[in-house]
């Protein structure tokens, strides 16, 4: 297999080599996902944009002054997970950040080439979603913000178009006493891949829930929204029998899809089970929040 592999100097360079409407000309960043696609023959590129050069204009965590994070999308997952700005502000970020993959993987692989991969078995995009997380995007007709829970769209499908990159990532403060948590359930080793993964954020007034966001991954074809989950939730005192009524409703709501780490009906029972965790977690005084 034959392809050509491109180094811009500059983000205006790399976007002049994308193709709007030719699939088989695509940007790679850390290009773990991608790579292994490529050997596999299940994507066969004629052209291949490397960001590697845009390194230091797409790279970083920064703090805004509203106290919200702006991360380039070159950032490396090693960078985040042992970013101190990202563990006292999204300390959920950071903990699931050390059971993504591998080091190996981590060290290389790029915030913004994880969120334009569409994989529904991701860490980090329902966490973002539940965060009200917002990516740039820019493409040689200007630039544009998506909500985290309208990139992924489908299965390995994003809303991005083919000429259209990833610049940053934007996760805004968190209102006071607003509490976030992630249930990451792996079939296989701690850092596999989730079977499935719930992140819940809470926000409650005295002990009732007058907020709540509840999203399943892993066992979707996208990072979905459980909302009936979250209606039993708002309204009602954050503790063991709401909690289990959001489980509850999750299952009831969720289509699971069955893969090598489990079939649907399981992914529903370990939904049930994993958003009642995740809302214990988040609720307990622990390391996942400030
Ligand atoms: C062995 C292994 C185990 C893994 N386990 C996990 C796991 O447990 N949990 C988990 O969440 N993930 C896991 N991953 C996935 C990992 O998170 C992704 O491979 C990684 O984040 C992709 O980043 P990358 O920079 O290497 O992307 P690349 O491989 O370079 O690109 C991936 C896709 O994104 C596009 N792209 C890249 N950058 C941009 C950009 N800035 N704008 C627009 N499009 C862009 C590319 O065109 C390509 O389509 C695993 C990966 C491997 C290889």
Do not use: C
């Not at 392809?3 to 500059?10: H, N």
């Not at 040689?140 to 913000?145: I, L, Y």
């Not at 992630?182 to 080793?189: D, E, M, Q, R, V």
């Not at 596999?192 to 992140?199: E, I």
């Amino acid at each position: 297999m034959s392809f050509e592999l491109l180094e811009p100097a500059t983000l205006g360079e790399a976007l002049a080599l994308l193709d709007p409407d030719d699939l088989a000309v695509r940007a790679v960043a850390g290009g773990t996902a991608l790579s292994l696609m490529v050997q596999s023959h299940i994507f066969k590129p004629t052209r291949l944009v490397s960001l590697r050069r845009l390194n230091g204009e797409l790279r970083g965590v920064h703090v805004e002054g509203d106290g919200s994070l702006r991360i380039g999308a070159m950032t490396t997952l090693t960078e985040l997970e042992r970013s101190p700005v990202l563990a006292v502000s999204e300390p959920v970020l950071s903990r699931a950040l050390h059971t993504l993959s591998n080091v190996r993987v981590r060290n290389i692989a790029t915030i913004g080439g994880h969120l334009a991969h569409g994989d529904p078995h991701m860490d980090l995009p329902p966490i973002l979603v539940t965060l009200g997380a917002r990516v740039r995007a820019v493409s040689p007709r200007g630039e544009r913000w998506i909500d985290a829970g309208e990139l992924i769209t489908g299965y390995y499908e994003t809303s991005l178009a083919g000429d259209e990159l990833i610049v940053e990532l934007h996760v805004p403060a968190q209102p006071p006493g607003a509490r976030a948590a992630y249930a990451k359930f792996t079939a296989l080793s701690a850092d596999d891949w989730p079977a499935v993964g719930v992140a819940v954020w809470l926000r409650r007034e005295g002990e009732t829930v007058v907020e709540a966001r509840v999203v399943v991954g892993g066992a979707t074809d996208h990072p979905t929204r459980m909302t009936a989950a979250e209606a039993a939730l708002t309204g009602n005192t954050a503790g063991v029998k709401a909690f289990a009524a959001a489980g509850d409703a999750a299952a009831g709501e969720v289509e699971p899809l069955g893969d090598l780490r489990g079939s649907g009906p399981y992914k529903r029972e370990m939904v049930r089970v994993h958003v009642r965790r995740a809302l214990e977690r988040a609720v307990a005084p622990s390391e996942d929040h400030p």
